[in-house]
């Protein structure tokens, strides 16, 4: 009954935005160096003799200095603030009661009771975000630090987390927390569920981080349905979902689920005990679909933050569908080019991932010498048949971003919401333009939040230099194609620093 310690990573959608939302069209999504840990263990080594009807659950957030308190009756699950509740967190109280539910749903007599039993000794929750998930534009300009991934790794790991107040304008609005849309609340969600579910003995999670030796992949499939299922009645809506998968299985290609699947089962019934709700979920016909993808070799990920407020994508996600409402026709035409974009750059990328598996030499070649070169240079290093392969990749690839971007821009014109606003279309032509820059774009929805690039070799200490004198912070995010996993300890005794420390190891 030790405790258990769990991680999962956040991400970022590089292609598929909006469209994803719709089976059977496919995003490409990027898990991440940034994790979300949850820490998992009792709270009494005792049982108290009167407590056989309830369990005592609390849930600390250190960054936020925050803890709750809360009763969770082990006959019909539900659950009851004690402390203040301005410390609510859906997405945790939802992931106790599914988690617990689909314990007592899938063990037999014997290991109901020894469920109960552990149970009674409380669940103490500790919840605990990479520095990534968070913005720290401010703190870093209040230090009079330079716009660089330098400062950010000279905070210590897991900072207190503060908010934006120039939108709390003493009313009675709640203060955001201040995002860099890496997705925390997926990967919160995730470590919570997976460490419940290992804590319980419902899962027994690998702590391989090598995702091709992952032995588990049934229990994954558990994690990743309770997961699903709090993570979408937390947010109050059946969303497309790629975020949790990815918090699972690492860095990927994704088609949705059905929502049937979690909207048919009376989940959030008060009439239906919750133990059968979620006997329906895990016997559910789960169809998502889920392909192995990563970046092909040699090439990096960066995350910029251009330091203008994150935007809501519930809003410009429901303007979107407003205006495929208003105009069938049009939207139609938009997605499907937009999809054919999103299709011909999987395809150049792959193209690339097979190129440098069977002509390594020529593959290496290239990447070096146009991570030095503006891309409009590149074709003139097509000196023989074997690397003129690669340019034609890696100029396609180009080619359907812009593809992807201007029919973005166009939605989001069409939809009057910003998309790609004007700051970012010329930030990200600029990008584009580099040496050594492959992509460029905004991840997810779009909106103002982040941009991103994936550059070539060592060219991304360029982009961020630029970026920096353009007031944008690239991030210290990197691609990680590991998903949820078991950690050996606590990462706060465990020696984990922020993402700098492997960047000298590399």
């Known amino acids: ?51 056989w009807a309830w369990t005592d659950v609390r849930l600390t957030s250190p960054q936020l200095s925050r803890e709750a308190l809360y009763k969770l009756a082990l006959k019909n699950l539900t659950i009851q603030t004690v402390s203040p509740s301005d410390t609510r967190n859906p997405f945790v109280e939802y992931a106790v009661q599914y988690s617990v539910a689909a314990a007592y749903a899938t063990f037999d007599h014997n290991k109901k009771e020894l469920l109960h039993k552990l149970l009674l000794h409380g669940l103490d929750i ?26 950010l790794a000279t905070l210590p790991p897991f900072s207190s987390i503060t908010f934006n107040t120039d939108d709390a ?16 609340s997926a990967a919160m969600t995730m470590a919570v569920v997976a460490a419940l579910l290992h ?123 407003k205006w495929q409402k208003s105009d069938p026709q049009k939207s139609l035409d938009t997605w499907t080019r937009l999809s054919e974009a999103n299709s011909a750059l999987e395809m150049q990328l792959n193209l690339l991932s097979k190129l440098a598996k069977e002509q390594w030499n020529a593959y290496k070649s290239v990447i070096d010498s146009c991570s030095m070169l503006r891309p409009d240079k590149w074709i003139e290093q097509a000196s023989e048949p074997n ?74 200490s360029n982009v961020t230099k630029v970026w920096s004198s353009l007031n944008v912070l690239a991030l210290l995010v990197k691609e990680d194609p590991c998903g949820v996993c078991l950690e050996k300890a606590d990462p706060r005794t465990n020696g984990i620093t922020s993402a700098v420390s492997s960047i000298h190891i590399e």
């Open 1 to 51: 009954m030790g405790e258990v310690v769990s991680s999962a990573p956040g991400k970022v959608l590089m292609t598929g935005g909006y469209l994803i939302l719709e089976r059977p069209n496919a995003g490409l999504v990027l898990s991440t160096n940034a994790r979300f840990y949850a820490i998992v263990k009792p709270i009494h080594h005792e049982i108290k003799p009167d407590s």
């Open 126 to 151: 500790t919840i605990l975000g990479g520095n990534d998930f968070y913005s720290y534009r401010n703190e870093i300009e209040r230090r009079g630090l330079p716009l660089t991934p330098e400062s």
């Open 169 to 184: 304008d003493g009313g009675n609005c709640k203060p955001e927390v201040a995002k860099t849309g890496l997705g925390s």
């Open 199 to 321: 804590y319980l003995d419902v899962v027994k999670l690998s702590s391989s981080k090598d995702h091709r030796e992952r032995k588990d992949v049934a229990d994954l499939d558990m994690v990743h349905k309770i997961a699903q299922t709090a993570h979408c009645i937390a947010q109050g809506k059946v969303g497309s979902g790629f975020d949790v998968s990815s918090a699972v299985y690492g860095s990927q290609r994704y088609v949705r689920f059905s929502p049937e699947v979690i909207s048919s089962t009376k989940v959030a019934d008060i009439a239906v005990p919750l133990s059968d709700g979620i006997t329906e979920i895990i016997k559910g016909n789960w169809d998502h679909d889920t392909t192995e993808f990563s970046l092909p070799p040699l090439m990096s990920l960066l995350l910029g933050e251009p330091g203008t407020g994150g935007s809501s994508t519930p809003s410009m996600v429901g303007a979107v569908k």
């Open 387 to 460: 690397k003129e392969a690669v340019i034609k990749a890696l100029l396609g690839a180009k080619e359907a971003m812009l593809g992807i971007r201007y029919h973005m821009r166009l939605m989001g014109e069409a939809a009057g919401v910003p998309i790609e606003p004007e700051p970012q279309t010329q930030l990200l032509d600029a990008t584009m333009n580099l040496e050594g820059v492959l992509l460029a774009g905004v991840p997810g929805a779009g909106g103002f939040d982040a941009v991103f690039a994936v550059t070539l070799g060592d060219s991304s």
